[in-house]
């Protein structure tokens, strides 16, 4: 059974730099492409940024792009979102998850993370 766990986020103020983990259990790890959602307070769910298994591709949404970089450590079933520049926008829950990339442009998730809080204060 696949399990994804979370950790960082917590409190920041606007410029901030924050770093999220999500360890992974689960022996066909590597082979999977790994994402990152959000979803802020009175809204819905929404992509972040997406990894394939060996690093490759990386997609971006627009709101992101040029500020949070996803990656992966492999030997240790560690997959990273590394956020610059944060804005009070970036308020939310994040969300790691599995997938696959079913367009060069787009992930489709199939297992969740519990979660971690991420407040960006002005």
């Known amino acids: 059974q696949v399990q994804l766990v979370e950790s960082g986020g917590g409190l920041a103020q606007a410029g901030d730099s924050q770093r999220l983990s999500c360890v992974a259990s689960?022996?066909?790890?590597?082979?999977?492409?790994m994402g990152w959602f959000r979803q802020a307070p009175g809204k819905e769910r929404e992509f972040v940024a997406a990894?394939?298994?060996?690093?490759?591709?990386?997609i971006y949404a627009d709101s992101v792009r040029g500020r949070f970089t996803i990656s992966r450590e492999n030997s240790k079933n560690t997959v990273y979102l590394q956020m610059n520049s944060l804005k009070p926008e970036d308020t939310a829950v994040y969300y790691c998850?599995?997938?696959?990339?079913?367009?060069?442009?787009?992930?489709?998730?199939?297992?969740w993370g519990q979660g971690a809080h991420l407040t960006v204060s002005s």
């Open positions: 990894i394939g298994g060996s690093g490759e591709p990386t």
């Open positions: 998850a599995r997938g696959r990339f079913p367009s060069s442009n787009s992930f489709t998730p199939d297992y």
């Open positions: 689960g022996r066909t790890w590597i082979r999977y492409a």
